[in-house]
C-alpha cells in the first residue's frame, strides 16, 4: 500500500462508522416484547345479571355436589359425623339408644344377663298397671324360669328423639315353674311392642303391650268356655 492511499482507507472507515451510529439513533434496538394480562371488563362484572348468573352457577354446582355427597353416604350405610335429625337429635344418639333397648331382649330376656341401664325413677306400663325396675326385673327372671329356652327376635326397631319402638317375637317351651304358670311343656309363639324412653343412655319409662291372652291359649290354660244355657221349650196347652 503507498502512502497516498493510506488517508483515504482511514476516511472511508470513517464514514462507514459515521452511518452505522446515525442508523442506531434513527431506528433503535429491537427489545423483547411484555405480553401484559389483558384487563377484565369492570362493566360486565359489576353487572347485576352478570352476578346473577354466575351465584346461581356456583350454587347449582354446590347441591350437585352435596347430593352425590349423600347418595354416596346413604350407600355406604354411613351417617356423617355430628349429624342430626329433622328435630335436632344426634344421629348417634339414636344408635345408642337401639342399641341399648335391644339388650333388653338380645341379653336379658334371652339369655339371662340383666345389665341394661334403668334411671333410678323408671315407671313400666302394664295395661292400667304400674310397675318399678324392681318389679320389672323379677317379672323378667321369672319369665326365664318358665321359659328356660326362651329367645326373643328384634322384628322392627324404630327410634325418634328419646323414644324407641321395638316389635319383637318371643318363642320358648314352658319347662319350668314361672310368673304364676306350671310347667305345661308347651312350645308358645307370640308377638308384642315395647315403647321405651330414654334418658342420658338409661331406660326412663317403658310401655309393653303383648298376646298374653295368646299365650294362655297356647298354654292350655285357658278355662273352659261356659255352656249356653239350655232354652225352654214347653209349649202351651191348646186353649179348648
Same mark, same amino acid.
Given at each position: 500500500?503507498?502512502?497516498?492511499?493510506?488517508?483515504?482507507?482511514?476516511?472511508?472507515?470513517?464514514?462507514?462508522?459515521?452511518?452505522?451510529?446515525?442508523?442506531?439513533?434513527?431506528?433503535?434496538?429491537?427489545?423483547?416484547?411484555?405480553?401484559?394480562?389483558?384487563?377484565?371488563?369492570?362493566?360486565?362484572?359489576?353487572?347485576?345479571?352478570?352476578?346473577?348468573?354466575?351465584?346461581?352457577?356456583?350454587?347449582?354446582?354446590?347441591?350437585?355436589?352435596?347430593?352425590?355427597?349423600?347418595?354416596?353416604?346413604?350407600?355406604?350405610?354411613?351417617?356423617?359425623?355430628?349429624?342430626?335429625?329433622?328435630? %335436632?337429635? !344426634?344421629?348417634?344418639?339414636?344408635? =345408642? @339408644?337401639?342399641? #341399648?333397648?335391644?339388650? /333388653?331382649? +338380645?341379653?336379658? $330376656?334371652?339369655?339371662?344377663?340383666?345389665?341394661?341401664?334403668?334411671?333410678?325413677?323408671?315407671?313400666?306400663?302394664?295395661?292400667?298397671?304400674?310397675?318399678?325396675?324392681?318389679?320389672?326385673?323379677?317379672?323378667?327372671? %321369672?319369665? !326365664?324360669?318358665?321359659?328356660?329356652? =326362651? @329367645?326373643?327376635? #328384634?322384628?322392627?326397631? /324404630?327410634? +325418634?328423639?328419646? $323414644?324407641?319402638?321395638?316389635?319383637?317375637?318371643?318363642?320358648?317351651?314352658?319347662?319350668?315353674?314361672?310368673?304364676?304358670?306350671?310347667?305345661?311343656?308347651?312350645?308358645?309363639?307370640?308377638?308384642?311392642?315395647?315403647?321405651?324412653?330414654?334418658?342420658?343412655?338409661?331406660?326412663?319409662?317403658?310401655?309393653?303391650?303383648?298376646?298374653?291372652?295368646?299365650?294362655?291359649?297356647?298354654?292350655?290354660?285357658?278355662?273352659?268356655?261356659?255352656?249356653?244355657?239350655?232354652?225352654?221349650?214347653?209349649?202351651?196347652?191348646?186353649?179348648?
Amino acid at each position: 500500500m503507498t502512502v497516498a492511499a493510506a488517508p483515504l482507507l482511514q476516511g472511508l472507515r470513517a464514514v462507514a462508522t459515521a452511518r452505522v451510529t446515525a442508523r442506531h439513533l434513527l431506528v433503535p434496538p429491537l427489545r423483547p416484547v411484555v405480553t401484559k394480562p389483558a384487563r377484565c371488563d369492570r362493566q360486565r362484572i359489576d353487572d347485576p345479571a352478570t352476578h346473577f348468573r354466575v351465584m346461581e352457577m356456583v350454587m347449582r354446582t354446590y347441591n350437585i355436589l352435596l347430593s352425590a355427597m349423600a347418595a354416596l353416604a346413604a350407600l355406604a350405610g354411613v351417617v356423617p359425623c355430628g349429624a342430626t335429625t329433622v328435630a %335436632g337429635t !344426634r344421629a348417634d344418639s339414636l344408635e =345408642l @339408644n337401639k342399641s #341399648i333397648t335391644r339388650k /333388653v331382649y +338380645e341379653e336379658g $330376656l334371652s339369655q339371662g344377663r340383666f345389665e341394661v341401664p334403668y334411671t333410678t325413677d323408671f315407671v313400666g306400663h302394664g295395661g292400667r298397671n304400674t310397675f318399678t325396675h324392681t318389679d320389672g326385673m323379677a317379672e323378667a327372671k %321369672g319369665w !326365664r324360669k318358665a321359659f328356660p329356652d =326362651l @329367645n326373643i327376635t #328384634i322384628e322392627k326397631q /324404630v327410634a +325418634e328423639q328419646d $323414644l324407641v319402638a321395638v316389635h319383637w317375637t318371643a318363642r320358648g317351651t314352658n319347662t319350668g315353674a314361672g310368673n304364676g304358670l306350671p310347667a305345661t311343656g308347651r312350645a308358645v309363639e307370640i308377638t308384642g311392642t315395647t315403647l321405651f324412653r330414654m334418658d342420658d343412655g338409661r331406660i326412663a319409662e317403658e310401655w309393653t303391650c303383648a298376646n298374653s291372652l295368646g299365650l294362655m291359649k297356647q298354654l292350655g290354660l285357658l278355662p273352659p268356655p261356659a255352656a249356653a244355657p239350655a232354652s225352654s221349650t214347653s209349649a202351651s196347652a191348646p186353649a179348648r
